[in-house]
């Protein structure tokens, strides 16, 4: 069974960095591609980043380029989205996600939330001062 266990969040003052961890388990985590997304209150799930499963390829939406990094350790099976340069705009629940069948993040639309099946549990990031 297909699992993603997030952690890290919390709160941080604006320009500030976070980074958070999403877990997996019931699959190598070398056979499909992670993305993270994020919701904030009374908006709808954005897409902010993917990396792929076979040569670790990157994107980023463009809310979030440059200051946010998307990595891989595949031994740990856990995927790392670090956030720097937060600003208060970024405060959101972020999800972890999979789409299960596909191990290339140009396999699905990286950003459309409806094209992941296995998501993690969410976790709050908080940007205030």
């Known amino acids: 069974q297909l699992q993603l266990v997030q952690s890290g969040g919390g709160s941080v003052q604006p320009g500030g960095s976070l980074r958070l961890a999403c877990a997996v388990s019931?699959?190598?985590?070398?056979?499909?591609?992670i993305g993270w997304f994020r919701q904030a209150p009374g908006k709808e799930r954005e897409g902010v980043s993917c990396?792929?499963?076979?040569?670790?390829?990157?994107v980023y939406a463009e809310s979030i380029k440059g200051r946010f990094t998307v990595s891989r350790d595949n031994a740990k099976k856990t995927v790392y989205l670090q956030m720097n340069s937060l600003k208060p705009e970024d405060t959101a629940v972020y999800h972890c996600?999979?789409?299960?069948?596909?191990?290339?993040?140009?396999?699905?639309?990286?950003?459309?939330?409806?094209?992941?099946?296995?998501w993690g549990q969410g976790t709050q990031v908080t940007v205030s001062s």
């Open positions: 996600a999979t789409p299960g069948a596909y191990y290339h993040c140009s396999h699905v639309d990286p950003y459309d939330p409806d094209e992941y099946d296995y």
């Open positions: 019931g699959f190598a985590l070398d056979h499909y591609a």
């Open positions: 990396i792929s499963s076979n040569d670790g390829s990157t």
